[in-house]
């Protein structure tokens, strides 16, 4: 399976960080759980979830995460059980992990009351962009007017239409004087090279951050760095890990808010800061600062690793490439003046385009959907007769997309990349239920994503816009494709476990 093996295993100072951060086992054994369901009356029908033990408190499980798929964790575990749902302890909390495609997406239904994300988001203020926890209690459960008002500008512009259109817009500019910037130019004609990745990350991160935020932040190249070193650790940071194991990760984080709060930044606002800083003028200045930086992670930690899978894959597949590359041609061949940026109608005249985008991020979205279950409630298997699930209040439901997106029931051979895979809206999958009911990328319920729509043409946008100017082609045709990072999976869309060789240069004609 593509995506099952890695010939990169981490050091050990990523199994020691990942047993903290990921998962971690303590003693639970059966006999308890038995003993548990005696003291307690369930309805017919209705059993807990089997609970994994493990004889190695904070290791045990830990260590499964660590070497290997969370993928292949959640099947096997569920096998090993023959149980659909089950629960391992992680971090001193028992956690629920779904095997089920038809149940994995649970945790969006907005009819479940008992389920709970508010107190993710507040750790997520706290512990990632360095929020006092009382001010972020203070801003979420006492300034609800506030709330719904910044959400509704996260709605304005970067949902609709109009707004959308103007970033796409100014995105092209951006990417345009990176070009320059990166040594591409048509008088140059030299191949240049480029570690991938690192390459898609100079391009994407100041296209997110100028038009979504600040001119300003253009000129400050040193921010890529800073930022990369802060993202790096943010899984740790999340899991709120010893200070020793995040200490350089947290200095990166306080050097990037201090580049978000300079003068050039303010100078430069984009019309949405514009409007959240009136929304949000009330708070303090770093305080803004670092809930931007929030937005940041939202953003650039999902719109870099969805480039770099997309353009890695293309080259990968050179029948996926020139067909791409031949459908943006026809569409930028019809425009009076090609020098103009693509229109949001442009890009919606590039389906292929958008499949592969849809198709990278079926297969390499490798986050967590992770809620608090605030009451018990029973959860229930698609089967009419199956058994039914009985989730108990301060257990944790950990939903991996994988789970869906790479199950072998519904995607035809689910680890091959298939280019042209949701072409078709209307395709079923293999057992005959609509393909994009299992495509959930962007979560669902009450909190789907709001930037889906712009991350959606952001990402074609540029790879447009390479197809259509830059030759390009991998220093070694021969070296296989890389595999996600394993130290990097349950946070955002995977990272690779190398950086392949790009060679490129600016097309004359």
């Known amino acids: 399976m593509t995506l099952a093996t890695s010939s990169t295993k981490p050091d050990s100072v990523h199994v020691t960080l990942l047993s903290i951060a990921a998962t971690a086992a303590t003693v639970y054994t059966v006999s308890s759980v038995l003993a548990f369901q005696k003291r307690r009356k369930l309805p017919d029908g209705v059993r807990l979830p089997p609970h994994l033990t493990s004889y190695i408190p904070y290791i045990g499980v830990g260590l499964q995460f660590a070497n290997g798929l969370i993928l292949d964790f959640v099947s096997d575990t569920a096998k090993k059980l023959n149980a659909s749902v089950f629960t391992a302890t992680v971090n001193g909390t028992k956690c629920v992990f779904i095997a089920d495609p038809d149940l ?9 009351k008992e389920v709970d994300s508010i107190s993710l988001q507040k750790q997520a203020m706290t512990t990632l962009s360095g929020i006092n926890r009382s001010a972020v209690d ?16 996260f709605h304005k512009y970067f949902f609709q239409s109009d707004q959308v259109s103007k970033n796409i817009e100014a995105v092209q500019r951006v990417i345009g004087g990176r070009l320059e910037t990166m040594g591409l130019s048509k008088a140059d004609g030299e191949w240049k090279s480029f570690h991938m990745f690192e390459f898609v990350r100079e391009f994407s991160f100041f296209a997110s951050v100028g038009p979504l935020l600040s001119n300003g932040l253009l000129t400050q190249d040193q921010i890529i760095e800073t930022y990369a070193k802060f993202e790096e650790g943010v899984p740790l940071l999340f899991a709120e890990a010893p200070s020793l194991l995040t200490r350089n990760t947290a200095a990166a984080r306080e050097r990037v808010v201090q580049m978000l709060m300079t003068s050039e930044v303010d100078e430069g606002l984009s019309e949405f800061m514009k409007a959240r800083k009136v929304t949000l ?5 770093e305080v803004l600062a670092r809930m931007n930086l929030g937005l940041i992670v939202a953003t650039v930690s999902n719109s870099v690793p969805a480039v770099f899978w997309v353009l890695c894959e293309l080259m990968h597949n050179p029948k996926a490439f020139e067909a791409c590359a031949k459908e943006v041609k026809h569409v930028s061949d019809k425009k009076a003046n090609k020098e103009d940026p693509f229109t949001m109608e442009e890009l919606d005249e590039m389906p292929l385009l958008e499949s592969c985008f849809k198709e990278c991020l079926r297969m390499y979205q490798a986050s967590f959907s992770v809620r608090n279950v605030t009451g018990d409630f029973i959860l229930n298997p698609k089967e009419k007769n199956g058994p039914k699930y009985l989730i108990e209040k301060g257990t944790c439901i950990m939903a991996y997309t994988a789970t869906a997106h790479m199950h072998p029931s519904i995607f035809e051979n689910p680890e091959t990349f298939q280019y042209d895979r949701f072409l078709d809206p209307t395709k079923t999958a293999l057992n005959g239920k609509r393909l994009l009911n299992y495509w959930r990328p962007f979560g669902g319920g009450a909190h789907l994503c709001s930037g889906r729509k712009f991350i959606s043409y952001e990402v074609r946008v540029f790879l447009a816009i390479l197809l259509l100017k830059v030759d390009m082609k991998l220093e070694d045709p021969s070296e ?3 595999a996600i990072a394993l130290d990097r999976q349950g946070f955002s ?6 950086d392949p060789t790009l060679l490129a240069k600016m097309r004359e004609s």
């Open 104 to 112: 994995v997406f649970t945790v969006y239904k907005d009819s479940i």
């Open 138 to 153: 203070e801003f979420m459960d006492n300034n609800k007017e506030v709330q719904k008002a910044a959400w509704g500008q």
């Open 281 to 285: 003028g009330h708070l303090p200045k």
């Open 480 to 482: 296989l494709k890389p």
């Open 493 to 498: 869309i995977a990272h690779p476990n190398k």
